[in-house]
């Protein structure tokens, strides 16, 4: 089964970028479909953007137009590039991969919007 382990997080002012990853260890990384959440102080976490398997990409409405999910099976990762951020898009932010029953989430890595 595969390992996820995010890294990028950090600190931003608003209207500024940043680029999530989130590397995969062991296993297949290519056969699992790719999702990225996050979770604002209390709030329940919820769907940001997916990528399945053979590439198709999916988005929340709130991060639509601004957000890019893409993926390098090569190196077994899968990135979440953001830009024109705003204070609510604030949260802890997860990778998650899916293959048929399994399912292994990372760690998070904390974005925090702030000027």
């Known amino acids: 089964q595969v390992q996820l382990v995010e890294s990028g997080g950090g600190l931003v002012q608003p209207g500024g970028s940043l680029r999530l990853s989130c590397a995969g260890f062991?296993?297949?990384?290519?056969?699992?479909?790719m999702y990225w959440y996050r979770q604002a102080p209390g709030k329940q976490r919820e769907l940001v953007a997916g990528?399945?398997?053979?590439?198709?990409?999916n988005y929340a409405d709130s991060v639509k137009g601004r957000f890019t999910i893409s993926r390098d099976n090569a190196k077994k990762a899968v990135y979440l590039q953001m830009t024109s951020l705003k204070h609510e898009d604030t949260a802890v932010y997860y990778c998650?991969?899916?293959?048929?029953?399994?399912?292994?989430w990372g760690q998070g890595t904390l974005v925090t919007v702030s000027s």
């Open positions: 062991g296993s297949i990384f290519s056969i699992y479909d």
């Open positions: 998650r991969g899916a293959y048929r029953s399994l399912e292994v």
């Open positions: 990528i399945t398997s053979s590439g198709s990409t």
